[in-house]
Antibody
């Protein structure tokens, strides 16, 4: 059974940093392309970024609102996905979901999400 | 920054058929990229409902169907049930953004 468990959310001040983790199990993580998707309170879904498998170069892609501030990385030795968030803004407040990406560009499995609140 | 447009809400009586539209552009749906749909029940994690324009993952009732034409796509729910009350999102890939794009979301209300 595929399981994705996010952690690391919390309250942070504007301008601060936070690192989210996503522990994966139930599938071959090293082969998987992964994404982060967020949802602000009462709002819709917003794609944050994705990372290819290392055998496909480990290339990362980011949505415009987070480019240059967020970094996605992976550790295939521990089956863990990361989202490093720097220079956080109040508009980054959201539940952040870790997802697996299919080859047809959709999110097939989702974690339960972790809440990030950016507030002074 | 939703680039796929959906109606904010649709409603229907029990047993009726409702459709949700998803309008994109030449860099996403119109470029031939697949459209996928997610269902988010109140207070829960989004769940994949339709992939590849019209395919249902295992366990999704055949009351749900998807289609695509040109720069738009649609999700149809036939025989509307009370448990279908949820938010629905379309999603595709955008070549200009080199990333996934989601629709604005549609709240389905069962009357």
């Amino acid at each position: 059974e595929v399981q994705l468990v996010e952690s690391g959310g919390g309250l942070v001040k504007p301008g601060g940093s936070l690192r989210l983790s996503c522990a994966a199990s139930g599938f071959t993580f090293s082969n998987a392309w992964m994404s982060w998707v967020r949802q602000a309170p009462g709002k819709g879904l917003e794609w944050v970024g994705r990372i290819k498998s290392n055998k496909n170069g480990g290339t990362t892609y980011y949505a415009a609102p987070v480019k240059g501030r967020f970094t996605i990385s992976r550790d295939d030795s521990t089956d863990t996905l990361y989202l490093q968030m720097n220079s956080l803004k109040t508009e980054d407040t959201a539940v952040y979901y870790c997802t697996t990406d299919s080859s047809s560009y959709y999110c097939d499995y989702w974690g339960q999400g972790t809440l990030v609140t950016v507030s002074s | 920054q939703s680039v796929l447009t959906q109606p904010p809400s649709v409603s229907g009586a029990l047993g009726q058929r409702v459709t949700i539209s998803c309008t994109g552009s030449s860099s996403n749906i119109g470029a031939g990229y697949y459209v996928h749909w997610y269902q988010q029940l109140p207070g829960t994690v989004p769940k994949l409902l339709i992939y590849g324009n019209g395919y249902r993952p295992s366990g999704v009732p055949d009351r749900f169907s998807g289609s695509k034409s040109g720069t738009s796509a649609s999700l149809a729910i036939s025989g509307l049930q009370a448990e279908d009350e949820a938010d629905y999102y379309c999603q595709s890939y955008d070549s200009n953004l080199s990333g996934f794009v989601f629709g604005t979301g549609t709240k389905v209300t069962v009357l």
